[in-house]
């Protein structure tokens, strides 16, 4: 508890948390009631519980909103849209929160195994925002519904890490520390699509960026805090288009959701750096194989 009260007190956390509470006490000022408030504050915990999912795990929080979006039945346009506007606050919070573990991390006994961290953030990143713009750009519809798209991504997804955690001891083996030539070429074409499928469904990058790198038995927790970065960074070069081009995005929202996703982002890194490997990524899998199975049962 001291641990994370201090980590919301270091600077950078302390700025972000109390801008996104300043936009929030504004908001809720201008509210025409208290029973406005009342309506929209639960979705604090929302903001919370996906912020915590994503930023422990490297997958976006949408694997937790879109389906929350679906039940409250937001078109989909406005489910990404909203869903982006709360990432941005809450993966921005888990980029500078893990980056800020990679510093300790690169100056201790652990150094070698976080060698690969900002050379993959670079090679990821830059891919996935040109994926993500390419789609904006000539405007291409997403190939499906996105109930359909969501299920059976987050189907997908679920039982590779499911894989992971029960078939490849990958928690005994040495974590490599150097990215090969093969490596930089993967995670370039990992980066555009990942970006593509960001853009229809508000997650994607992360998720393959992570599963790739664990699967290529880089350092697990290396792994997810360069998922978070590029995710981080993914939502936000591409939150113009639901605020500018196409304003979808639900304010009232994302008002009360941003908050509670920094606090979840801060909660996130604790619980990952803390929590076998194994279990973690165990208890993610079992989560996104419900959220996508249920998604794909309602179509």
């Known amino acids: 508890m001291i641990t994370i009260a201090k980590d919301l007190y270091d600077t950078p956390h302390r700025l972000l948390l109390l801008g996104v509470l300043s936009v929030l006490l504004i908001w809720a000022l201008q509210a025409p009631s208290l029973a406005f408030v009342e309506e929209h504050i639960a979705y604090t915990l929302l903001g919370v519980i996906g912020a915590i999912f994503a930023n422990a795990t490297g997958a976006g929080g949408g694997v937790v909103f879109i389906p929350a979006f679906e039940q409250l039945n937001f078109s989909s346009a406005q489910a990404v849209a909203t869903s982006f506007g709360i990432q941005c606050m809450g993966m921005t919070t888990g980029a500078i929160v893990w980056t800020r573990f990679y510093q300790a991390k690169s100056r201790g006994s652990e150094a070698r195994h976080w ?63 150097e990215l090969s030539g093969i490596d930089k070429a993967a995670l370039v074409g990992i980066g555009f699509i990942g970006g593509a499928i960001t853009a229809w469904l508000s997650v994607g990058v992360g998720e393959i960026l992570a599963i790739y790198l664990m699967l290529r038995r880089f350092d697990a927790i290396m792994a997810v805090a360069a998922a978070v970065v590029v995710s981080a960074l993914t939502v936000l070069c591409g939150v113009l288009e639901h605020l500018v081009f196409n304003p979808e995005l639900y304010l009232p929202v994302v008002m009360f959701a941003g908050p509670g996703a920094v606090l979840g982002a801060v909660l996130a890194r604790q619980l990952a750096s803390r929590l076998p490997v194994q279990k973690l990524k165990l208890m993610f899998s079992l989560w996104v194989l419900l959220m996508g199975i249920g998604s794909v049962l309602n179509l």
């Not at 925002?129 to 189907?155: C, K, R």
């Open 115 to 177: 060698r690969p961290f900002w050379q993959v953030i670079g090679l990821v990143a830059p891919a996935s925002v040109a994926g993500l713009w390419l789609i904006y750009g000539f405007n291409w519809a997403a190939p499906g519904s996105l109930n359909a798209l969501f299920g059976w991504f987050s189907i997908l997804l679920g039982s590779a890490i499911l894989l992971l955690s029960l078939c490849l001891k990958l928690d005994s083996e040495a974590p490599l520390s």
